[in-house]
């Protein structure tokens, strides 16, 4: 049973492709509201390599935090607090396992592309990449972006809808130079009327970044 102040502390790691001892990469994957860890991990095939573990945290009652990415942030917690403790036990997961951070690509969907954002910027470093799929850094609008860290030329890639209903643009926008000035190298791709959902040539993008860490053949 979760404690009150971790809801998602008790809540299963799911994990498919290469077993965890013997990999040599990993990709943490945070699903979107609603949604289950093995959702996001039947989404991995799309980008399944040789030799990388996949890792998915689930959320207590499939949603990491009740309201908004965009609400006041003590309305969502403590929730959110213990949903970005998930992501970081997933990622320590991996790097207890053998396997650095600058071999570790976070993807995250909607709320999971949420949340994950938040995690990185609080948590700077060189990772193997990052992903965002139509989402954005946490918080009302003008909170305050004092991150510390450098990503020290992570490759972070966030495609996102222009007419999304659930993120703003210029929440896209205001992510995107928060992270170039954390010095990650970002590709930022914006898809007219799509949205919300994940395209081909986001995967494409996210395959890449995979591709990257993975063993050489």
């Not at 949604?35 to 990388?52: P, Q, Y």
């Not at 006041?72 to 949903?83: H, I, V």
Request: proline content about 7%; overall charge negative; hydrophobic content about 40%.
């Amino acid at each position: 049973m979760s404690a009150p102040d971790d809801p998602h502390g008790s809540q299963r790691l799911a994990s498919s492709g290469a077993p965890l001892p013997a990999a040599e990469a990993a990709v943490v994957l945070v699903h979107g509201r609603g949604a289950t860890a093995e959702s996001i991990l039947d989404m991995a095939g799309e980008f399944h390599a040789r030799g990388v573990a996949y890792l998915a945290p689930q959320a207590a009652g499939n949603t990491w935090y009740p309201y908004s990415f965009l609400a006041p942030t003590e309305q969502n917690q403590p929730k959110l607090d213990s949903a970005l403790r998930a992501v970081g036990n997933a990622v320590e997961t991996a790097v207890e396992a053998g396997i650095p951070h600058e071999r570790v690509v976070v993807v995250g969907f909607s709320q999971g592309a949420c949340l994950s954002s938040e995690f990185l910027a609080r948590h700077a470093r060189r990772y193997g990449g990052f992903a965002a799929l139509s989402g954005g850094l946490v918080g009302p609008e003008g909170t305050p972006r004092e991150y510390e860290g450098s990503f020290d030329g992570t490759p972070v890639f966030l495609g996102c809808s222009d007419t999304d209903p659930h993120i703003p643009l210029e929440r896209v926008k205001e992510t995107v130079r928060v992270f170039e000035a954390m010095d990650a190298d970002v590709d930022e791709r914006i898809y007219p009327g799509m949205g919300h959902g994940v395209n081909e040539d986001e995967l494409d993008a996210v395959r890449e970044l995979v591709e990257a860490v993975a063993p050489s053949e």
